[in-house]
């Protein structure tokens, strides 16, 4: 079982560089979600889509841009890194209802020199 | 704003019971207490959750006290397996379009002793 699949694992940026992040999940859920998670820190929401064809924003989306691509992807942009957005990045998805259980990826490691 | 508190971390021995606390003293009525891990190296996974009564599931028991502003998390015998960091969560379930909101805390890291 695939779950939520993440890519890249691992990513070098220099300041000014543009980059998309990919997640995808194969358990047909309607929410996604994208975190990140600084050191010593809980993870915090970036952005949301709740269904298919809508997103919007968490505690943390400056910087950032999201395209739900179809029920399956969800993709966060980062259009001009910062040293800031240096974190690890964690794709989730969630069905409606199903107690709310979020089911995470693996996570993206992305360091901004 | 809602937040939960939690040690740190916190050390066990191989196959005994391990409780870890969690305050939440702004709690609201319509909050559900989540925890989640985290292994080395990974995106957290879900352990249980629960509104007001205690619950037991396959990985562990939840414990939360009647005035809610506390709860426990009980693995029954700890494993090595076991050693990560467990986040005590309050979910608010009726933000973000009814899709709802994780509040996530610092968590707590825990070491497993053979």
Request: charged share 20%.
């Amino acid at each position: 079982n695939a779950g939520v699949t993440q890519t890249p694992k691992f990513q070098v940026l220099k300041t000014g560089q543009s980059m998309t992040l990919q997640c995808a999940q194969d358990m047909n859920h309607n929410s996604m979600y994208w975190y990140r998670q600084d050191p010593g820190m809980g993870l915090r929401l970036i952005y949301y889509s709740a269904s298919e064809g809508t997103t919007d924003k968490g505690e943390v989306p400056n910087g950032y841009n999201v395209s739900r691509l179809n029920k399956r992807e969800f993709s966060l942009r980062l259009e001009s890194a910062a040293p800031s957005q240096t974190s690890v990045y964690f794709c989730a998805s969630k069905n409606r209802g199903a107690k709310n259980i979020q089911y995470f990826g693996a996570g993206t490691r992305l360091s901004v020199l | 704003d809602a937040k939960t508190t939690q040690p740190n971390s916190m050390e066990s021995n191989e196959e005994e019971p391990v409780h870890l606390p969690c305050n939440h003293s702004t709690i609201s009525g319509t909050d559900y207490i989540h925890w989640y891990r985290q292994l080395p190296s990974q995106g957290p996974e879900y352990v249980i959750h629960g509104l007001t009564s205690n619950v037991n599931n396959r990985m562990a028991s939840l414990a939360i006290a009647e005035d809610r502003k506390s709860s426990t998390l009980i693995l029954h015998r700890a494993t090595l397996r076991d050693a990560a960091v467990y986040y005590c969560i309050l979910f608010l379930p009726y933000l973000y379009n009814q899709g709802g909101k994780l509040i996530f805390g610092q968590g707590t890291e825990l070491s497993v002793k053979p």
